[in-house]
């Protein structure tokens, strides 16, 4: 199976724009969730999407939303960009299995904000 | 915050050596799982352990999880110059798939 792939890669935007990333889950995976890594604060949950509906939020300012389509693809918006929003963000498909969820993820979309 | 802590923050050893990461956490947990991020790069899944276990190996990765003292430790067996990375610990809950992550362990295998 291919894996979870997100695009861009790179992406420069400048402060105050919006950006909006993409993620692929495994095929037959129905939830992505959506992390935020920075060096301060490390690894931070967004949210989660299973069936296109939003089930599990993080901390996050509204500024960062999300949605999912029936193919199970999702994407993620940031609008009025601050320079705070620079970061790695990793996009993750899970499965159940055994009573649990293994997560899977991709390699991640660098945003850098000028 | 839910988040974990591993330690140490940082790990230097010589290749085949063994390598000991600790993760601890705070509520309780439905499973844990580990995770490998190479310099900035996306994490890959590691091994996943259930509340109801107590160990579990894969190849030559060896975890451990104690929920009465909500900790978990992750041992790497004749460690190769590959295994440089940064490791995580991730606490997933009964609530749903949300996933808290520690704030990892970089590890440094010299050859």
């Known amino acids: 199976k291919a894996g979870v792939t997100q695009t861009p890669r790179y992406l420069i935007k400048t402060r105050g724009q919006q950006v909006t990333l993409s993620c692929s889950p495994i095929s037959g995976h129905r939830s992505v969730s959506w992390y935020q890594q920075t060096p301060g604060q490390g690894l931070q949950f967004l949210f989660e999407y299973f069936s296109e509906t939003q089930r599990n939020k993080g901390n996050f300012p509204g500024r960062f939303s999300g949605r999912q389509f029936s193919n199970s693809r999702s994407e993620m918006n940031v609008s009025t960009l601050e320079l705070g929003d620079s970061a790695l963000y990793l996009c993750a498909s899970s499965q159940y299995s055994g009573s649990s969820y293994e997560q899977y993820f991709g390699p991640g979309t660098r945003l850098t904000v000028t | 915050s839910q988040q974990g802590e591993e330690d140490p923050q940082a790990l230097s050893i010589q290749e085949g050596e063994n390598a000991t990461m600790n993760c601890s956490y705070k509520t309780s947990i439905n499973n844990l799982q580990w995770y490998r991020q190479n310099s900035g790069r996306g994490l890959v899944h590691l091994i996943l352990?259930?509340?109801?276990?107590r160990e579990k190996h894969s190849g030559r990765l060896r975890v451990t999880l104690d929920t009465s003292k909500k900790s978990s430790s992750l041992l790497i067996t004749a460690s190769r110059a590959a295994d440089t990375a940064s490791y995580f610990c991730a606490t997933g809950s009964y609530t749903g798939n949300q996933f808290y992550f520690g704030t990892g362990t970089s590890l440094t295998v010299i050859p």
């Open positions: 352990i259930r509340s109801n276990e």
